[in-house]
């Protein structure tokens, strides 16, 4: 079954960087696009990259564009989230998920992994 | 940016009763509004996707309707596990937003 496996998570002061990653297993990695979604405490969703199966498009809201960069390694059935210039705004549980669609992209995320929880904090 | 916004804030129910959340979108999504079940400490779950169409191995108690600006989310009889936060996400327009959740407690 899909499984998705979020880490490096962890507290990192402001204006710092981090860098999540996602392993996948349970499915053909390289067919589908994948999602970064936060949830910051108390609030709700917010869908903060989106890159296709091949990784020729990448998708970012205001709220992290040039300051997150998303990509993968199909190779290794890996995404990664490279987060910089970190605030205490970025502080969330972030969850990665595979996309709905195969060979392009529906912006539908269909599963998603346990998450990982980023603290930016002095 | 799409904004929807969810309806009741707080669902308060008893099993076995019928459970009827609202999404709203500031502007036409068309059919492309899905729903997501969250309970705390896990991962969202995909419910209904395209307003009408329940994800693979999703039960028939939930069902969606809707289209253009108001969506509907019915759970016909509440089980133990839909004690949950819903919400609906819409992929129209980017950015894919989400609303801000229902939470459906027990009463």
């Known amino acids: 079954q899909v499984q998705l496996v979020e880490s490096g998570g962890g507290v990192v002061q402001p204006g710092r960087s981090l860098r999540l990653s996602c392993a996948a297993s349970?499915?053909?990695?390289?067919?589908?696009?994948m999602h970064w979604v936060r949830q910051a405490p108390g609030r709700g969703l917010e869908m903060v990259a989106v890159?296709?199966?091949?990784?020729?498009?990448?998708y970012y809201p205001d709220s992290v564009k040039g300051r997150f960069t998303v990509s993968r390694d199909n190779s290794k059935n890996i995404v990664f989230l490279q987060m910089s210039n970190l605030t205490a705004e970025d502080t969330a549980v972030y969850y990665c998920?595979?996309?709905?669609?195969?060979?392009?992209?529906?912006?539908?995320?269909?599963?998603w992994g346990q998450g990982a929880l980023v603290t930016v904090s002095s | 940016e799409i904004v929807l916004t969810q309806s009741p804030a707080t669902l308060s129910l008893s099993p076995g009763e019928r459970a009827t959340l609202s999404c709203r979108a500031s502007q036409s999504v068309s059919s492309y509004l899905a729903w997501y079940r969250h309970k705390p400490g896990q991962a969202p779950r995909l419910l209904i996707y395209d307003a009408s169409n329940r994800a693979t191995g999703i039960p028939a108690r939930f069902s969606g309707s809707g289209s253009d600006t108001d969506f509907t989310l019915t759970i016909s009889s509440l089980e133990p596990e839909d004690f949950a936060v819903y919400y609906c996400q819409q992929r129209s327009r980017w950015p894919f937003t989400f609303g801000q959740g229902t939470k459906v407690e027990i009463k």
């Open positions: 998920a595979r996309d709905f669609c195969s060979d392009s992209s529906c912006y539908l995320p269909a599963y």
């Open positions: 349970g499915f053909t990695f390289s067919n589908y696009g």
């Open positions: 890159i296709w199966f091949d990784g020729t498009k990448k």
